[in-house]
């Protein structure tokens, strides 16, 4: 029998499972309840989850995991690293992460101090993986950040660091109970944009303010021996003014994403006949082979920070979705990304002179057209 002067415990109320309808499945449904208990057998509660927002004061040591090796999705979590520094000026930030080339990029961020890079597969490389992970588990962190609305791996990282609060999206594909878990914007899909709208949501700042764009923190010396190269470049083919300015051409890209030389050929015939006062010149890709059959002035680099520095010297680039499109980005060049296949409302570049360019089932003569008549092909536009 209950004692008299006892309260009755309150019960959560537990979310409605919607078991008749034909968006239930009892598989996924059984397997993401297994794997809820088994992250909270294997890593405990990670912090009580709380509705207050994340505190403005009193983050000294941050953690960012990211996961994910490509060229692109490592220089979209630059805006993350932008705007941490403003919230939290005094702040150091570790970044735990398997891209090889994170400290070409995130090495010029004042804040960032410690950069774990983990192999890219952790099942050939187990003491590397375990190694780094030790490391980084030394450290007591305020603030860590799942930064991947996606990826679980990403996650479960976090997990494993040592931090007071835990910040990340709540998605049916993350598991593991964090202090700050921040719902998917549906109206926000964008890969650079959204880590930062994961930390102003938890803050509860302004998600609609302006968001910082990708950056690698190119120096004014690098910046001008990008120019020089292109001006050796250029001097080589026996030009020797540049006249309005230099358009880069990538030509290459992945898998269907490859818009091929015939299609270059088309573009580039109607875009030099509407602006004959500027240069062009080929970047090459890291196969070290023209796209362009060599028909142009070219630029080849291994070297990441090079690259970039060359492509800042730039008036305009153009390529279709690829990596050295978010490069481009990262280096404040003006930017036309050609997408025919890909979402240009997730991968596209944004912010001041950068232009996604929908041209699915586009003819290359009208791609040209349309990117001709940009602001930053006319007198006093915005370069």
């Known amino acids: 029998m209950a004692n008299r002067y006892s309260r009755p415990r309150p019960t959560a109320a537990k979310p409605t499972v919607l078991k008749n309808t034909r968006y239930y499945d009892p598989i996924n449904d059984f397997r993401r309840r297994v794997a809820r208990r088994l992250m909270r057998l294997v890593f405990g509660n990670h912090g009580q989850p709380t509705s207050d927002p994340l505190p403005a004061k009193g983050v000294y040591r941050i953690l960012v995991c990211h996961v994910s090796h490509s060229l692109g999705n490592t220089l979209l979590l630059t805006p993350l690293l932008a705007e941490l520094e403003k919230v939290y000026p005094a702040a150091e930030i570790d970044i735990l992460t398997r891209s090889p080339i994170a400290k070409d990029v995130y090495g010029h961020y004042f804040s ?80 650079g944009r959204r880590p930062v709208y994961l930390l102003r949501s938890a803050m509860g700042r ?140 997730e991968w596209g570049p944004y912010g001041r002179g950068r232009h996604t360019i929908a041209a699915h089932g586009m003819a290359p003569e009208d791609v040209a057209q349309m990117i001709a008549a940009m602001p930053e092909f006319t007198p006093g536009g915005s370069i």
Not at 144 to 163: C, F
Not at 222 to 234: I, K, P
């Open 112 to 191: 960032v101090q410690n950069i774990f890079t983990m192999p890219a597969h952790g099942v050939g490389h187990p003491f590397q993986f375990f190694g780094t992970l030790k490391r980084m588990r030394k450290i007591r962190y305020d603030l860590a950040i799942d930064a991947d609305p996606l990826s679980q791996t990403g996650r479960l990282l976090m997990l494993l660091s040592n931090s007071t609060y835990t910040l990340g999206f709540s998605s049916p594909k993350k598991h593991g109970e964090i202090t700050h878990a921040v719902p998917l914007p549906s109206h926000l899909e964008s890969k």
């Open 206 to 345: 302004d998600t609609a303010a302006e968001y910082p764009v990708p950056d690698i923190r190119l120096s004014a010396v690098e910046r001008e021996q990008g120019r020089e190269a292109l001006t050796r470049s250029l001097a080589a083919s026996g030009i020797e003014s540049p006249g309005r300015g230099i358009i880069g051409i990538f030509g290459n890209a992945t898998g269907p994403k490859l818009l091929g030389e015939a299609w270059w050929t088309r573009f580039l015939q109607v875009l030099q006949a509407q602006h004959p006062d500027y240069s062009f010149v080929e970047i090459v890709p890291a196969s070290g082979k023209s796209m362009l059959s060599s028909k142009y002035p070219a630029y080849f680099s291994s070297d990441l920070r090079k690259l970039a520095s060359v492509l800042s010297g730039l008036a305009v680039y153009i390529s279709a979705d690829c990596g050295i499109m978010h490069l481009a980005c990262a280096s404040d060049v003006p930017t036309m990304g050609i997408f025919t296949v890909t979402n240009g409302g």
